[in-house]
């Protein structure tokens, strides 16, 4: 059974009929959500958001922060991008489980829907493999720019379980019932991880703390 059982659908003008379709050949159910829905009522189902860009632009300010904003509380991946207009290493630093570009073959999508609903990330192997390389790099040159022991132990006991949740795919309501603190102390307590480890959103957070527990 899938890890996320509900595709949200935030489509700007490029309709995704063929995605929905698809994600329901998954036994995954499909709604369309208009962003401040799906931030002010979460769904209760576990729910992953495509999100259409379309002829929307990644330079637009509003977009950026549009995406910073649903994947804090939502694992999202980019759908009908353009291949001149977004990298899937910007994707990745955006916080996006995945880039599925407008011309990509059905069975590359179906594939891309079925891992990211697994809870892992759909991206070129060529990418990942560089990233892993770079920390390697990194790590062997002594760079400790990138975490501290004093940054560790600047984060506390609490922020220290929210990380630990957050890497097991925990959304914000999930920690909020785990921890019997609000969703409301959650985000708080995010911000202030966010802060402390320097990391822009989930992925780097995830990235970091696996960095951490390793030196």
Do not use: C
């Amino acid at each position: 059974m899938a890890r996320f059982t509900q595709l949200a659908l935030i489509e700007h003008q490029q309709r995704t009929q063929n995605l929905g379709l698809l994600a329901e050949s998954l036994e995954i159910s499909v709604v369309h959500r208009t962003l401040p829905e799906l931030i002010d009522n979460p769904p209760e189902q576990e729910t992953m958001v495509a999100y259409s860009l379309g002829s929307e632009q990644l330079s637009r300010s509003n977009i950026t922060n549009e995406i910073a904003a649903l994947t804090n509380t939502y694992p999202l991946f980019l759908v009908n991008a353009k291949k001149d207009s977004i990298l899937p290493n910007q994707a990745l630093n955006l916080g996006a489980r995945g880039l599925i570009y407008e011309n990509d073959h059905l069975d590359r999508v179906l594939t891309a829907i079925k891992v990211i609903s697994q809870g892992e990330l759909y991206y070129p192997r060529s990418l990942l493999s560089g990233k892993i390389e770079e920390m390697m790099l990194r790590r062997q040159a002594g760079d400790d720019s990138f975490t501290t022991a004093s940054l560790i132990n600047s984060l506390t006991p609490q922020e220290l379980k929210i990380i630990e949740l957050v890497a097991t795919g925990a959304r914000n309501k999930e920690i909020a019932e785990k921890l019997n603190i609000s969703a409301h102390t959650v985000k708080t307590h995010l911000s202030s991880i966010f802060r402390k480890t320097g990391a822009r959103n989930r992925v780097e957070l995830l990235k970091w703390s696996s960095y951490a527990t390793s030196v």
